[in-house]
Antibody, heavy 119, light 110 residues
Framework: QVQLQESGPGLVKPSQTLSLTCTVS??????????WSWIRQPAGKGLEFIGR???????NYNPSLKSRVTISIDTSKNQFSLKLSSVTAADTAVYYC???????????WGQGTTVTVSS | QSVLTQPPSVSEAPRQRVTISCSGS????????VNWYQQFPGKAPKLLIY???LLPSGVSDRFSGSKSGTSASLAISGLQSEDEADYYC???????????FGGGTKLTVL
């Protein structure tokens, strides 16, 4: 069965770019008709959609983050990545990668990785 | 401020039934399927209900979902201590062009 695993720095300085990677195992990122998504959750708060990408190129980004977000897919490595630029303390959160089966139905999730924005 | 509205907390005794409400609008719940997620502390969310009322394989049939208009509900019957968790509703939003979530409801089994 498909599993997802996030990786990346746990500490990012303000104004810098947050970069995370999600590695897909147990299946090909190119198989099926899935979108590959990023969701975040500040401590003690709810879930927020960041964006998602389809292996054939189309994507959706949260309008509130769109100017700072880039999601890309590397099929050769079976990975997808998140870049969030110009970060502030408000971007401190647990970041999850997830598989979107259809219109936001997130059926497989990574375990999450905590990213703290601090100098 | 979450797009979908849920009660912050609910509580009920073991073996009883509890419902969690989720209110949205015509751009999300009113026009798209509702999904529910269960999250334990320090863990990733888990898909609990999809397409308003369908259970993924392996999810107990003590969980059920329903939807009417721009509102949805999650019901849990035969409450067990292991059901203590946070529950989130979610739905695709046609304006955002992405999924929106409720603020989460913390279930306490008394």
């Amino acid at each position: 069965q498909v599993q997802l695993q996030e990786s990346g720095p746990g500490l990012v300085k303000p104004s810098q770019t947050l970069s995370l990677t999600c590695t897909v195992s147990g299946g090909s990122i190119s198989s099926g008709f899935y979108y590959w998504s990023w969701i975040r959750q500040p401590a003690g708060k709810g879930l927020e959609f960041i964006g998602r990408m389809y292996t054939r190129g189309s994507n959706n980004y949260n309008p509130s983050l769109k100017s700072r977000v880039t999601i890309s897919i590397d099929t050769s490595k079976n990975q997808f990545s998140l870049k969030l630029s110009s970060v502030t303390a408000a971007d401190t959160a647990v970041y999850y990668c997830a598989r979107d089966v259809s219109l936001g139905r997130l059926d497989v999730w990574g375990q999450g990785t905590t990213v703290t924005v601090s100098s | 401020q979450s797009v979908l509205t849920q009660p912050p907390s609910v509580s009920e005794a073991p073996r009883q039934r509890v419902t969690i409400s989720c209110s949205g609008s015509s751009s999300n719940i009113g026009n798209n399927a509702v999904n529910w997620y269960q999250q334990f502390p320090g863990k990733a969310p888990k898909l609990l209900i999809y397409y308003d009322d369908l259970l993924p394989s392996g999810v107990s049939d003590r969980f059920s979902g329903s939807k009417s208009g721009t509102s949805a509900s999650l019901a849990i019957s035969g409450l067990q201590s292991e059901d203590e968790a946070d529950y989130y509703c979610a739905a695709w939003d046609d304006s955002l062009n992405g999924p929106v979530f409720g603020g989460g409801t913390k279930l306490t089994v008394l």
